[in-house]
């Protein structure tokens, strides 16, 4: 089982840019493909971005898609999420999560969490 530890959350202004960092335990940080998801308050966890086991593929969700840039370099078991050009709707605690079954979107599929970092954009 891998253990995720968020960073780099904060207050921001709209337009500026965050970058949030997702460090994991263990030694198989490559067997997983690794997604960042957000909950605001009083809505559903959503799925924001995934990359495949070695970072070969991305994948975003339309409201994010062209802002934000999600990484992961598997010698140093880190995700990251480049986050530019915020918005107040993007206002959220962010999680990253990895999955064994290379799937994305669904929250269901992921083994293992990170307790999330809190992103606040102010407008």
């Known amino acids: 089982q891998v253990h995720l530890v968020e960073s780099g959350g904060g207050l921001v202004q709209a337009g500026g840019s965050l970058r949030l960092s997702c460090a994991a335990s263990?030694?198989?940080?490559?067997?997983?493909?690794m997604g960042w998801f957000r909950q605001a308050p009083g809505k559903e966890r959503e799925f924001v971005a995934g990359?495949?086991?070695?970072?070969?593929?991305?994948y975003y969700s339309d409201s994010v898609k062209g802002r934000f840039t999600i990484a992961r370099d598997n010698a140093k078991n880190t995700v990251w999420l480049q986050m530019i050009n915020l918005k107040p709707e993007d206002t959220a605690v962010y999680y990253c999560?990895?999955?064994?079954?290379?799937?994305?979107?669904?929250?269901?599929?992921?083994?293992?969490w990170g307790q999330g970092t809190q992103v606040t954009v102010s407008s």
């Open positions: 990359t495949s086991r070695l970072g070969g593929a991305t």
């Open positions: 999560a990895a999955n064994r079954y290379n799937s994305f979107y669904n929250s269901r599929d992921y083994d293992a």
């Open positions: 263990g030694r198989t940080f490559s067997s997983y493909a």
